[in-house]
């Protein structure tokens, strides 16, 4: 079984390296390693060549962001598995994915995740995903991608990742395969990465966009069926019995779920 990871980067001369050992240092070694640079100038450049042997394919060109950068990788992939780990985040143990394969072999999975090593400046935590994972549950459990071995054959199905998110489109899409399809995951109890977070998704600055981008994917799937738009209308009712009474609030609570409630494929 090939496993494709991508490794999408921007002026990241002082982290790919770790990065890219991580990679190397695997006791897999059935791997398709591709590098999508959206045209970096501080030296990032000169590392990669240093490893351009073990590279299956390489670009340096300006790009649209994160997820355009993450698509052109899908897209240059032959792997039957998935896997994106940027620069600054590193795989936490040289057999990770032997692990992660061996688990892909023994069941006919779509997708497998594990926990994440969160690297603070300061501090580290362990996060630990719901073994239990479901519609449900993943509607506030966000999984980060460092943690997800996907199927490719998941991206011909649902699409691309959605590049008009900045930040949260791989949230997007782990519920996209998980609300409109029926598909198989196995949840494997140990860590999978380190994942840095003096990212993007972690900057002070984008806080605000993320949590817009979040709100927004709430709302597209929490009303995908009727049972979960019947669920919103009661707790509407019972946190405000007049709702009924009261025209303009209702209406916006009409227009909420007409506005989020998106056809999907």
């Known amino acids: 079984m090939k496993i494709s990871v991508i490794t999408v980067c921007y002026n990241e001369a002082a982290t790919i390296e770790k990065t890219l050992e991580s990679i190397f240092n695997q006791t897999y070694q059935n791997i398709e390693f591709i590098v999508i640079d959206g045209g970096s100038t501080d030296g990032t450049l000169d590392i990669i060549e240093k490893y351009k042997d073990k590279i ?18 899908i897209k240059a992939s032959s792997g039957e598995v998935l896997y994106f ?34 690297l603070y400046p300061e501090k580290n935590k362990i996060k630990k995903h719901n ?10 459990l966000q999984i980060c991608h460092q943690a997800i071995f996907y199927k490719k054959s998941l991206f011909d199905r649902f699409g691309l990742y959605d590049e008009n998110f900045f930040i949260a489109a791989d949230h997007d899409f782990n ?11 196995f949840y494997l109890n140990t860590i999978i990465a380190r994942f840095d977070q003096t990212g993007i998704s972690s900057d002070k600055k984008y806080k605000k966009i993320l949590k817009i981008e979040n709100s927004l994917i709430f709302y597209k799937y929490a009303f995908s069926t009727p049972l979960l738009k019947i669920n919103y209308y009661l707790k509407c009712f019972f946190a405000d019995p007049l709702i009924l009474f009261k025209p303009q609030k209702l209406y916006q609570h009409i227009n909420r779920l007409y506005y989020y409630t998106m056809p999907l494929n």
């Open 85 to 118: 780990l940027n620069a600054n985040d590193t795989l936490y143990s040289d057999d990770v994915l032997e692990t992660v394969v061996s688990v892909f072999e023994k069941g006919n999975y779509d997708f497998v995740y594990g926990n994440i090593n969160l």
């Open 131 to 140: 073994k239990d994972i479901n519609y449900y549950t993943l509607l506030s």
């Open 175 to 185: 519920m996209k395969i998980l609300t409109n399809r029926k598909t198989k995951n």
């Open 56 to 73: 299956a394919y390489f670009v340096s060109e300006p790009d649209e962001g994160i997820y355009n950068a993450m698509n052109k990788g």
